[in-house]
Structure formats: structure tokens, C-alpha cells
């Protein structure tokens, strides 16, 4: 008898373990489901106003770089209305034929680390360029950009960083690839050969034609 009574003992608190052990694996499971719901992406993809931006970012690939909880990013999130003023046609080529150029818009709004928004500032954009922000004006701009944005609200926490809604899509500074052109037809040479300057080639054809002229004598 004193045996069955152990056993039943022994049994109701096995039991027991395994439902309060349970219990908690369950809680912390759902405590990381939560962790996860919190990064940049997941808050995007919550917010009614970042419809367009979520589709960008599912589109360049770049939601994997910032889901991930490694590292930390400010993200200059434009809104629905800054992707409208792109026009649906140039935004649909964005989405579907340049990604390319796609990405490294959506890069220039991307700064790493949780950058301090309560102060005027300046930081690297993922893609090299530099971004300004104007906590008096409330203003961001790429240095040397066409355009600026203004701040939609206040900066929203995540796991992995920060994400701060501004009215326009930011446009980077116009491209060096025509000055470096011109500089590259210019430098070029005589004739269009590299390294054959007209001066030594002038020279070269006089000797030429001086040879030329002694042989037929």
C-alpha cells in the first residue's frame, strides 16, 4: 500500500513537471515570436502607410538584411504617398524591370546602427552616398541630392533599429558618369587612339613622309 502510495505521488509530480515545463517552453517560444514580430520588416509590413516600401523591399531582396537582428539600421522609411509621387508607371518599372536601381534607392535611405534622431546629424547611407537630417526643420536630405523629405511622425523602435517615416522617396546626387566620359574623349588621344598624342604623332608622319620622299630620289 505504501508503495502504490509513493508511486502516485511520484507520478503526480512527474506529471506536474511536465505541464509547468511545457507551460514554458511554450511562453519563451512565444516570447521569440513576439522579439521576431518587432524588426524593421515586420514593422513595415504593420504599418498601413508602408505598403509600397514592403513591396520595394520584398522586391530588391533586401527584407533578409533587414529582418536581421545582428545588426542594427536606421531606416528613412518614404511612405505611400513619397512612392506615389514617383508616378505608378516609373514605380511599376522600379518593381519589376530595375531593381538594381531599385535597391540602391532603397540603400540611400538605409543607415547601419541606431543613429541618435534627436540631434541634427549626418551618416553614411548603405549605398555611399551621405544623408543629413534637421531636428529644428524636422528635414532629411542627401547631401548634394535634388530633393529633401520631412518627418512623418516619430522615430518607431524595433529589435534591430529604427524606423523613421518620411514624405518623399530621396533622391541621390546626379551621377559623374558624363563628366567622367567627357574627360575620357578628351584625354584619349589623336585620332581617337589611347596614349597617341598629336604631337609625337605629327612628328612621326613627318619622318614618314621625309623617308618616303629620300627613297625616291
Not at 505521488?9 to 512527474?14: E, F, G, N, R, W
Not at 535597391?103 to 543607415?111: E, K, P, Y
Not at 551618416?123 to 531636428?135: E, F, M, Q, R, V
Request: aromatic share 6%; hydrophobic share 45%; no cysteine.
Amino acid at each position: 500500500m505504501v508503495n502504490k502510495k509513493l508511486f502516485s505521488v511520484i507520478l503526480a509530480t512527474l506529471v506536474t513537471l511536465s505541464i509547468v515545463g511545457g507551460a514554458s517552453i511554450a511562453f519563451a517560444q512565444t516570447a521569440v515570436v513576439t522579439a521576431q514580430k518587432t524588426t524593421i520588416v515586420t514593422t513595415a509590413e504593420t504599418t498601413p502607410t508602408l505598403t509600397d516600401l514592403v513591396k520595394a523591399l520584398n522586391a530588391t531582396n533586401l527584407t533578409a538584411t533587414l529582418n536581421t537582428t545582428s545588426q542594427n539600421f536606421t531606416v528613412f522609411a518614404p511612405n505611400d504617398a513619397a512612392f506615389g509621387a514617383l508616378g505608378n508607371a516609373k514605380l511599376n518599372d522600379l518593381l519589376t524591370n530595375n531593381t538594381t536601381t531599385l535597391s540602391t534607392i532603397l540603400q540611400n535611405h538605409v543607415v547601419s546602427g541606431r543613429v541618435n534622431l534627436t540631434t541634427s546629424g549626418n551618416a553614411t547611407t548603405l549605398a555611399g552616398n551621405t544623408i543629413s537630417w534637421n531636428t529644428t526643420s524636422k528635414t532629411v536630405q542627401l547631401v548634394g541630392g535634388t530633393n529633401n523629405a520631412t518627418f512623418v511622425g516619430t522615430p518607431v523602435n524595433t529589435t534591430n533599429g529604427q524606423v523613421q517615416v518620411i514624405s518623399a522617396v530621396l533622391q541621390a546626387p546626379p551621377s559623374a558618369t558624363s563628366t567622367a566620359a567627357a574627360t575620357t574623349s578628351t584625354s584619349s588621344g589623336f585620332l581617337g587612339l589611347p596614349g597617341f598624342q598629336i604631337f609625337p604623332a605629327v612628328a612621326g608622319l613627318l619622318v614618314v613622309a621625309y623617308l618616303m620622299l629620300r627613297r625616291r630620289r
